[in-house]
């Protein structure tokens, strides 16, 4: 969104803080979540709770650059992103108030959450979660040579794969967990080995990947679950067409398991509602909302024991759980710096 239209709206949301501020409690929300289902979620909490929100969509960049410039006059209560290690840059850069919750620190496991501080209050809390999966030919691809990261570097696999940017947030994130996993010197050389693989420069979205995937410009891509999901759900025949023509694996499952990123929430550090936006942060995690969102977009719960029931995630795991990776998501993060020299000397961009 471009930044006039930002601050026109970040203007309207001040203007109706102000308005309805004796007739009605709020939240004023910077969301980078752009998912029409939403809509529901947040109709249903002014309905059960009567505090309205008020919302100024961009992407998670744009949030963190609006929240430097406006400071402490910032109108914003809460924030909604959709990646862990931009969470993260925003503890890092303080732009999030710590806040204590019974509720979220009890269903919200430790490993989808920041690290507490030192009082115990916690910046972020994971919301959902969604898989970085292997995306391949099934005509042309066996499952075994690409059922781990680490064989996307494979001499066996050279030519055969496409990525979207590797400085996308999505795959440093994906880069930063798998140097947790096998060190900094061991990553280095995988990533070298994934550009030396590649069918093509980077370009593109995660759709796209899939897409050519089908298409026959690669056999291989690196693709977020939520994508894959959409394609088999899809109202158009094309889109199904696609997803006919590739399975997916979840990577590591005889090792470290799948890596998953999340879309996430925090109360912004200048906050004039902070007991609204805590309660909206706990209604994000209640099994009714955690549901929207799988269903919605085609995630998986963040929050413990929430069953959902959606036909493509189902059909992608055979209905069977998954392993996913237990390190804590802040440690990708941390990461990031890292990330980005490695992907720098591999000239991998």
């Not at 430097?68 to 809460?78: F, I, L």
Request: net charge positive.
């Amino acid at each position: 969104m471009h930044s006039f239209k930002i601050l026109a709206l970040a203007c309207a949301i001040t203007a109706a803080t102000a308005a309805t501020a004796h007739a009605q409690e709020v939240v004023n929300l910077y969301s980078a979540r752009h998912y029409a289902t939403d809509e529901a979620l947040y109709n249903n909490f002014t309905k059960a709770t009567g505090i309205k929100i008020n919302r100024v969509d961009s992407d998670d960049a744009g949030i963190v650059a609006r929240l430097k410039a406006e400071g402490a006059a910032s109108p914003a209560d809460v924030v909604l992103m959709v990646d862990a290690a931009r969470l993260y840059r925003g503890e890092k850069d303080k732009l999030f108030l710590p806040i204590r919750s019974a509720k979220l620190e009890e269903v919200i496991p430790a490993n989808l959450r920041a690290q507490p501080e030192a009082d115990g209050g916690i910046t972020w809390f994971g919301l959902s979660t969604r898989a970085r999966v292997i995306a391949y030919n099934k005509a042309k691809v066996n499952a075994e040579d690409v059922d781990s990261y680490e064989k996307l570097a494979d001499p066996k696999n050279k030519g055969k794969i496409c990525i979207r940017s590797a400085s996308h947030p999505y795959n440093l994130s994906l880069f930063g967990a798998v140097t947790e996993h096998i060190g900094e010197a061991k990553a280095q050389q995988w990533l070298q080995g994934v550009k030396d693989n590649l069918a093509r420069p980077p370009k593109g979205g995660d759709t796209d990947q899939i897409k050519a995937v089908a298409a026959g410009e690669c056999d291989i891509a690196v693709t977020n679950s939520y994508y894959f999901a959409r394609l088999m759900r899809s109202s158009n025949p094309d889109d199904v067409a696609v997803a006919n023509k590739v399975s997916v694996v979840f990577p590591n499952q005889s090792s470290w398991g799948t890596h998953l990123n999340i879309a996430g929430g925090a109360v912004a550090k200048y906050s004039k509602n902070k007991d609204n936006a805590v309660k909206f942060l706990e209604y994000l995690a209640s099994p009714e909302a955690q549901t929207y969102f799988a269903n919605g977009n085609n995630e998986w719960p963040a929050a413990k024991n929430v069953q959902t029931d959606n036909p493509a995630l189902k059909a992608m795991t055979q209905d069977k759980p998954f392993k996913s990776e237990t390190i804590p998501i802040s440690a990708v993060g941390s990461n990031m710096a890292k990330v980005q020299q490695m992907l720098d000397r591999a000239g991998f961009q």
